[in-house]
């Protein structure tokens, strides 16, 4: 009986030893630094450029101001989204439909691993569709439309990580 007992307490022991949980019960989350909501701007100027010159470079599309209305509506779709799914999963919580809450409450961020999935699943067909009679080659559109949204995703996650900062 002793051994089980002895057992018991030295499992139960390393258990909580090293599988700590943290609980945030009765407390509320603060941005330190900048709400992402201030960064957004700056992340889709910087999306827009970066993503109209690949596509207009390595996808090979000839008329640059249709590119870029191509890569601006798809933007406008891809960075929306999120904030209107947030927003409605704070419904219960908030009580209202608040784009506002959705970029300010929370411990969330605007990009996560999710994002990268949403904006190719959107901006690619987008894209693709609006520019594929513009390019000289459909294969280095995809490329270069693929390409383009997973490096400036991570760079917007990146500089958010760096620069929006928040606390329990």
């Not at 970066?50 to 601006?72: L, R």
């Amino acid at each position: 009986m002793k051994k089980k007992v002895a057992t018991v307490f030295f499992l139960t022991s390393l258990y909580i030893f090293m599988l700590p949980v943290v609980s945030n019960a009765n407390s509320s989350w603060h941005w330190v630094t900048v709400s992402p909501l201030k960064v957004l701007p700056f992340a889709i100027f910087f999306t827009l450029i970066i993503e109209t010159a690949a596509i207009v470079f390595a996808g090979k599309t000839a008329d640059i101001k249709k590119s870029f209305i191509a890569v601006a509506l798809a933007n406008i779709f891809s960075f929306l989204a999120p904030g209107f799914f947030r927003a409605y999963r704070f419904i219960p919580t908030s009580g209202v439909f608040s784009l506002s809450a959705a970029f300010n409450k929370g411990p969330y961020y605007i990009v996560l691993t999710g994002y990268l999935v949403l904006t190719l699943v959107v901006e690619v067909p987008t894209v693709y569709f609006l520019l594929s009679k513009e390019t000289k080659s459909k294969r280095w559109l995809i490329i270069s439309i693929v390409a383009s949204n997973i490096i400036t995703t991570l760079l917007v996650a990146l500089c958010e990580r760096q620069i929006c900062i928040g606390s329990w």
